[in-house]
């Protein structure tokens, strides 16, 4: 039996390899999925990539690449310090006040700035174009088309219970304004590999998902040597040498990362895709162990 500490997935051609059947949280690899969701609505030609959003200066392209402007309520005291203390999520709007988010912090397109708030942003906008709430309106678009099943979306500190490590510290879901999707890590995994490698999304659309802007170099205690964000995708050389396009998340009790290796001959379904979870508060340990599965290495071994 494989560590509970540790629980990986691996996706290759047309099979899935785990070490656990476990639910584990999907934390911050929500923002690929909504990325998706997003892009699902383009292709129906519900949204604009490059069309300012209605009453707001921003376009969804800037929106999903955090190049909106937008502020990051994880900047505030006062939410660590609510959440520390075990208190109920704030409303939506009280938390949009508190970190003033109707004052850009640059001009949308002339900076970055990774922001929980403009993944809200989005979320508003699939469930208002779908007329659904989050898990529904993930089902219709993403879950269903690509063949993705038993995720949900936690709601309450009991939706926590029965993931893998559980919830000891009684942490709500609500602190994830995007929402906070939780399911296998095979799921995960197999999300990413058919997002990426399959006719789910228009071409066009799956080029401007890993088109990065750069970010910089090395990320220390990290395994990139650059980093990069494209649509709802972290992008950047990593180690073992190669290009790694995906997202990292973490949380009170977890940390997660779901990566494929890019670059390699091996594009589409016949890429390697893997996803690692683990008892951490360290993202950089998750990384390193995603990154090592996608390039070969086994999800039993270290």
Request: charged share 15%; with cysteine; glycine share 14%.
């Amino acid at each position: 039996m494989p560590s509970p500490q540790r629980i990986t997935a691996l996706v290759q051609g047309g099979s899935v390899s785990t070490d656990a059947d476990a639910v584990v949280p999907w934390w911050s690899f929500a923002k690929t999925v909504l990325a998706g969701a997003a892009l699902a609505l383009v292709a129906e030609q519900r949204l604009r990539l490059d069309a300012p959003l209605r009453g707001r200066p921003f376009t969804l392209r800037q929106l999903l690449q955090h190049r909106a402007g937008l502020r990051c309520y994880g900047t505030l005291a006062a939410y660590h310090a609510a959440v520390a203390a075990g208190e109920a999520p704030w409303q939506a709007e009280a938390m949009l006040r508190q970190v003033d988010a109707d004052t850009l912090a640059y001009a949308p397109g002339q900076g970055w700035g990774y922001s929980n708030i403009g993944y809200l942003l989005v979320r508003t906008l699939v469930e208002e174009l779908t007329g659904a709430a989050l898990g529904p309106a993930l089902e219709r678009l993403v879950f269903g088309p690509l063949g993705i099943s038993g995720v949900t979306v936690a709601q309450a500190p009991e939706d926590l219970d029965a993931t893998a490590w559980g919830n000891a510290r009684r942490y709500h879901p609500g602190w994830v304004y995007h929402g906070l999707l939780v399911g296998p890590p095979g799921s995960a995994a197999l999300l990413l590999h058919r997002l990426l490698g399959t006719d789910f999304l228009p071409s066009e659309l799956v080029a401007a998902m890993q088109l990065a802007h750069p970010l910089g170099g090395a990320i220390p205690g990290r395994p990139w040597q650059t980093a990069g964000y494209g649509l709802g995708l972290m992008i950047g050389q990593g180690e073992p040498a190669g290009t790694y396009i995906g997202h990292t998340g973490g949380g009170p009790g977890s940390a997660s990362a779901v990566y494929a290796l890019a670059g390699n001959g091996t594009e589409g379904p016949s890429r390697r895709t893997a996803a690692a979870f683990a008892a951490v508060d360290d993202p950089g340990l998750v990384e390193a162990q995603a990154m090592r599965i996608a390039a070969g290495g086994s999800v039993r071994e270290g």
